[in-house]
């Protein structure tokens, strides 16, 4: 028997959602120059990443990082499904193989950024909190990484766009579940869930600390 089933929790949603509008704030504020709020948008979106890598060992089923390593054959036979009239794969519970290696590209390539952007400079006004302890050179190398690797978070996003667009075609509802959080599935597949607050409770403390350690002075400035 088929029923609603809660596969995502409060806090993967909220992770989902607040990422993507972190990055067209990053985008936004990066290509305006207004770098004050680009590095307060960068550190949040940190703190972010660092709570979703936590909660990946000690929240949900479907949130562990465990669950995201497929073998690429597991791939290769998802995709390979989706030219199938019949899609069975419609009954994964959380992401499906393909959908793994995405968001493993996407935590790449956030610590890539987010990492970077800690030793970047313009050479002018702005710089990261850690720039100073480095070589200008060296920081000038990772400032050039920071934007090329922009570019390639930027590809990393069209394609998630076009698949999710491609599983839509295939009357498969990607976003519904990312928002409301269910999806119906046969009752024993029910996954083990932990109550998103608790990964909330989480990033409040990471970001706590990313506030005093680097964003203190950035944020009292923009208030």
């Known amino acids: 028997m088929s029923t609603k089933i809660t596969i995502w929790d409060s806090f993967i949603r909220g992770y989902h959602w607040l990422q993507a509008i972190s990055i067209a704030g990053l985008w936004y504020t990066g290509t305006e120059g207004l770098m004050d709020w680009h590095f307060s948008i960068a550190y949040g979106l940190l703190a972010l990443l660092v709570t979703r890598l936590i909660w990946g060992v000690l929240g ?15 791939v290769i036979q998802h995709l390979g499904e989706l030219h199938q009239p019949t899609i069975s794969h419609d009954n994964t519970v959380g992401h499906n193989a393909a959908g793994s290696y ?4 996407f935590f790449v390539l956030l610590t890539i950024q987010l990492t970077t952007g800690l030793f970047a400079t313009d050479d002018i006004i702005s710089e990261g909190p850690l720039a100073m302890h480095i070589s200008g050179e060296l920081s000038s190398r990772l400032t050039d990484l920071h934007g090329l690797n922009f570019d390639f978070l930027l590809g990393a996003i069209g394609l998630h766009l076009a698949a999710i667009l491609l599983y839509r075609l ?11 959080g269910k999806k119906v599935l046969p009752e024993h597949a029910a996954p083990k869930m932990l109550n998103g607050v608790i990964g909330w409770g989480i990033f409040v403390a990471v970001a706590t600390g990313v506030y005093f350690l680097w964003a203190k002075d950035v944020v009292i400035y923009l208030l």
């Open 170 to 180: 295939k009357s498969i509802d990607l976003v519904g579940p990312m928002l409301h």
């Open 102 to 105: 995405m968001v493993l590209v």
């Open 60 to 74: 949900s089923e479907t949130a562990k990082l465990s669950r995201l390593f497929h073998p690429p054959r597991a």
